[in-house]
């Protein structure tokens, strides 16, 4: 069955224009290409192309040596010849007939190439979706519509009873139709419409419209389509919600524009509702909303409680085809769809009048883009939201320290729910130590004897159990006990982990596989050892101890076929699994009553990563994965095993006590100089020779000295700039690359771009050398 709402896009009618071929008309035209340059590029504008240029267009042009047709996208219009003296040469074609960029993302577009350091051209070609570049899911059409009565021949033409009859049909429709809709309507052949065509009663054009199998699936992978919503009814908010309400609803009224929100409410407070009511009223001033979630919350569960309330609603995932990404966009950019729900890149729909950005789990990382241009949807979203002057509403039971850190300067207001609606009790936590837990036998097992105790009460009390466990595979080191040699990825520098299912041992970055040995590759002596604990091997030994019980694992071994993670939920929500253990992915937004015991196998697991931000991702896991507990009306606990019981972040977790957390972790950040007081950029760069890669980053540690002098010399001595570097990445070889890194810090995010603009305008990297730039990093590996 197909949803209504997401297909009833009508058509929509772009002419193809024409090829150039004309003489110069005094108009030249800047066009950026998908490059790494952040450069513009001036063309000619021959006459018979001026109707039709326009800023926000795709052109061709002749680019670089050879002048190869390349496409790229108009910036600028002007009368103004560029200043140098060589010929400028002439565009080629405009194609499209309207804009595909309006002038809100021109701006925002040239933001982000400005801040995260790219190319316009890069940024553009990234944001609009390949479906909409290619013209996928449309295709040109032959319509014909009836010659006005002043331009029919004179005298009159007979025509054939066959003829009459469409020419009749066709009249009566009062619109263009296309000459095969037009056949099948008057039951004859397209030949009897060209005849009238021909007698110069009707008259033929083209245009490009949308095909019909272009329409979106509602839902990730199989092909099956949103069942049409069943409207629900808001809910009777409670005080907190009330109290929240209120300050948005004044937001959405005034005209006051730019207006961020954080929402921090502990998990099951009932955030989602304010989001309804917030997107609800916006659809009333006939405006429209994005909703931003991680990709994994699309979930038909969170995808009906949008559109069951909230008009038309478009679902932005990453299973869709180019078509359908490409339909999405164009029925956005026609005003057909009222609410956008989707990942981080949704944060770029082209709506037309758009009244609130909504994020929820605004500290989510997957927001955070890791390749060019890496942008932070988050970030995007502020700037968006500044720009196009409107109210955003992010929110979260872990906002980010980033996040936090402007609520508390002012820059956003912040709004809190402390409480579990219903005054359901948050869950009681208890700390597992497991140097103390009793080992049974000597042998080790992952569940500790308090934690099989505890999942053998809930299972006969009929609860269901969730067991968190972040890592994959099941034997996560394998070394040889003879010589100490650890199986090692032949591309990267990390250690290989074995996964009995597929038997084979996989790098978990590029996705080497090999054969798993019994004997050491190095030194051929017998008795490799397999250790160390993934969710596989945890699996296992659930199975062997839970005999009658149903246990399913959930990680993106298993959840690799679209529509697989849906089908484990939908099972876990009619109670066919008993015990669902998976890796982080089990840990966000999952709100099923029944769970009353959550259990976290090894809390420590990314803990002692190299990366400042470790302790938070730990933090946000944890009070994440035990927000899923006691959501019914059972109530509900939560077990963590964890070696150090007294780490703050632990300890904090347990007591559900994100403030304290928050403020002991902004103290260490900012007497080291993290961020958020400090901004940071990290530098890498790699290629697949060693000497290569330091050559190079000699180079870069000599231009950032020299740019570090010029913005001194400039008067931004106020803000120091620290240089780290260059060093090896934690992760010297990557997928055969050799990478080297430098990590840029300064208290003022001005003086920090100036200083690597500069660097990047000395230094040019040699062939098979790369460099990439990363603001305001996320991955420090
Ligand atoms: P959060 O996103 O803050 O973790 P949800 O928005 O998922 O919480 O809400 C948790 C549950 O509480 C949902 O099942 C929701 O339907 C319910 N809920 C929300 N608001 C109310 C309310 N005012 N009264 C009763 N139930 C509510
Ligand atoms: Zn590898």
Known sequence: MTAPSLFNTGTRRR?????????????????????????????????????TVGVGKRVEAPFGRGGKVTI????????????????????????????????????????????????????????????????????????????????????????????????????????????????????????????????????????????????????????????????????????????????????????????????????????????????????????????????????????SRFSGRCGNVAVLHSHLTDAERGGY???????????????????????????????DEEHENSFKQESTPRYHARDVAVMRARLEGIPLLMGSATPSLESWSNAARGNYTLLSMPNRVESR????????????????????????????????????????????????????HVHCQACGHVAQCQNCDLALTFHRTKAALVCHFCGYETAPFQNCPSCSQPGMRYQGLGTEKLHAEIEEKFPGSVCQRMDSDTMAKPGSHQRVLDAFRDGLIHILVGTQMIAKGLDFPNVTLVG?????????????????????ILAQVAGRAGRGDKGGQVLVQTFTPEHPCITLASNHDFVTFAGQELAHRKEHQYPPFHRMAR?????????????????????????????????AAVAQVRILGPAECPVFRLNNYYRFHFQVQSADSGVLHTVLRDVLAIAKPPSGVEFQVDIDPFSML
């Open 15 to 51: 002419a193809e224009p024409p090829a150039a071929t004309g003489p110069h008309s005094g108009l030249f035209a800047n066009v950026v290409f998908d490059r790494p340059l952040d450069t513009e590029y001036t063309y000619a504008v021959p006459t018979d192309l001026v109707e």
């Open 72 to 303: 790229g996208f108009c910036v600028r219009v002007t009368d103004q010849p560029p200043s140098a003296a060589f010929e400028t040469k002439a565009l080629l074609r405009v194609l499209d007939g309207d804009a595909i960029i309006d002038d809100h993302l021109m701006k925002l577009t040239r933001w982000i190439a400005d801040y995260y350091l790219c190319g316009w051209g890069q940024v553009l070609h990234a944001v609009v979706p390949a479906g909409v570049r290619e013209n996928a899911g449309t295709r040109v059409a032959a319509f014909v519509e009836p010659v006005p009565r002043e331009s029919l021949p004179n005298p009159l033409p007979s025509v054939t009873p066959q003829q009459k009859a469409a020419l009749d049909k066709l009249k009566k429709e009062g619109r263009p139709l296309e000459i095969t809709q037009l056949a099948r309507i008057a039951k004859c052949t397209t030949g009897v419409v060209a005849g009238l065509v021909k007698k110069g009663l009707l008259r033929k054009f083209s245009e490009r419209i949308e095909t019909e199998a272009g329409g979106a699936r509602g839902l990730p992978g199989e092909g099956e389509e949103l069942a049409a919503p069943t409207p629900l009814a808001p809910l009777e908010l409670n005080a907190d919600q009330k109290r929240v309400w209120e300050q948005v609803r004044a937001a959405l009224h005034s005209d006051g524009g730019y207006k961020p929100f954080l929402l921090h409410g502990v998990t099951g407070s009932g955030k989602t509702e304010v989001y309804l009511r917030a997107i609800e009223e916006v659809v009333k001033q006939g405006k429209e909303a994005i909703v931003l979630v991680p990709e994994i919350s699309l979930t038909p569960q969170t995808i």
């Open 329 to 359: 966009w164009r029925r956005v950019a026609t005003g057909h769809v009222q609410v956008v729900v989707g990942a981080r890149s949704a944060v770029f729909a082209p709506t037309r009048k758009l009244g609130l950005i909504v994020i």
């Open 425 to 476: 009790p948050m869950p009681a936590v208890k700390v597992i130590d497991l140097r103390h837990e009793p080992k049974p036998s000597g042998k080790h097992f992952a569940i500790g004897a308090t934690l099989e105790k505890a999942m053998r009460d809930t299972l006969k009390s009929k609860g269901q159990i969730i067991l968190l466990l972040n890592r994959r595979g099941f034997s996560t």
């Open 600 to 620: 976290v196998v090894n809390a420590d697991v990314g803990l002692h990563l190299p990366d400042f931000r470790s302790a938070e991702r730990t933090f946000q």
């Open 683 to 715: 530098l890498i760069v790699r290629s697949e020779k060693e000497e290569a890669a330091g050559a190079f980053a000699d180079t870069l540690a000599a231009a950032f000295a020299e740019a570090t002098k010029r913005a001194q010399a400039g008067g």
